[in-house]
């Protein structure tokens, strides 16, 4: 019995390992009909030079009027337009966190030590992206392509444990 479910699966792998979409042989990391065997993050790209790629991201008022979630929900809508799909979260807390320092120069500019990015799971149902404001590129990325976007070494090391 164990010998037959273990062929079953070997088969299952071989078939699932030959669906390629026109995205992949393109190659198009836009589209998220991509890499169908594997999950794909959304990644965005801010307009500076030093970490511009990361999960879209949202700043939380000083004085919340919501709850946690429904400000990453609306931060999100700010960031980028889900044409013709649809999105959910899981939760109604982060299941992650990761803090850093900011540059000296965004230090005496914003007047702020650094910040902290908190991380809830969620999910997109077909469509497309499409960016708004302050943003310059997207991607759909698989777990194992996040290393070739992720600057910082230690948020790439939370990012690895976090998507598996």
Request: proline share 4%; glycine share 6%; with cysteine.
């Amino acid at each position: 019995m164990g010998l037959i479910l273990e062929k079953e699966r070997e088969m299952k792998k071989r078939v699932l390992g030959t669906i390629l979409t026109e995205d992949d042989r393109a190659p198009n990391k836009h589209g998220l009909r991509r890499k169908q065997t594997d999950k794909v993050f959304l990644i965005v790209k801010k307009p500076r030079s030093e970490n511009s790629w990361g999960f879209p991201t949202a700043l939380l008022p000083t004085n919340p009027t919501k709850q946690f979630r429904e400000h990453t929900r609306d931060g999100l809508s700010e960031t980028v337009d889900f044409e013709h799909g649809k999105y959910f979260m899981f939760g109604n807390h982060p299941f992650a966190s990761y803090s850093y320092e900011f540059s000296d120069e965004v230090k005496k500019t914003l007047k702020v030590f650094g910040t902290k990015l908190f991380f809830y799971k969620g999910c997109i149902h077909g469509g497309s992206v499409k960016l708004k404001k302050n943003f310059k590129d997207h991607a759909w990325v698989t777990r194992d392509e996040l290393k070739d976007y992720i600057d910082d070494p230690k948020m790439y090391t939370l990012l690895e444990q976090i998507t598996h």
